[in-house]
């Protein structure tokens, strides 16, 4: 049997409350290979049909891993370096990460985000999305959760391929 390779990214959702959101991140992890991660609490139960419907059938392919609580993540993760806590109060862009496969992307809930105490110890690691108008707080999570993914596999593509070739060589 061929060595498992690491996905390309792990999608965590923390103590997510709107099923339709989660069905919607679970659908674009099944496209892309992405891993779901769910850390509970969750806001909805796991066979809620908003969150089948949302996902178009493909819930049971997913098979999202859900951890018990922060705890169990935070063990599970093994190399805290590669992981990424994209929130409001974010220190860096989320287009300026030198990102590797396997990389973590972990968000918070629609209502709250991310405690705070898990932001300050590594504000390298803390990603915002820029808004350019300073009316709109933040995207809808599925909306983020989209964004941030696209810009991590981009990165991921253009580091395999390679430097790119002005064609003046």
């Not at 061929?2 to 991140?25: F, W």
């Not at 370096?81 to 860096?92: A, I, M, Y």
């Not at 915002?128 to 964004?147: D, K, S």
């Amino acid at each position: 049997m061929p060595p498992r390779t690491r996905p390309p990214l792990r999608v965590v959702l923390y103590a997510p409350r709107i099923p339709q959101n989660v069905g919607q991140i679970g659908r674009l992890c099944l496209a892309l290979n992405a891993e779901l991660h769910l850390i509970r609490p969750l806001g909805f139960r796991l066979g809620a049909a908003a969150l089948r419907r949302a996902c178009v059938g493909y819930w049971e392919v997913l098979r999202p891993t859900v951890h018990a609580d922060a705890q169990a993540f935070f063990e599970a993760v093994g190399d805290p370096e590669r992981l990424f806590l994209v929130s409001t109060q974010g220190q860096r862009p989320f287009d300026r990460v030198d990102y590797e496969p396997g990389d973590w992307l972990l968000f918070g809930n629609e209502t709250e985000g991310l405690p705070g105490q898990w932001l300050r110890p590594n504000p390298d690691h803390t990603l915002y999305i820029p808004m350019a108008n300073p009316r709109v707080r933040c995207l809808n999570l599925a909306t983020a959760v989209t964004a941030v993914v696209f810009q991590a596999l981009g990165h991921l593509d253009r580091q395999k391929a390679g430097p790119a070739r002005s064609g003046l060589d």
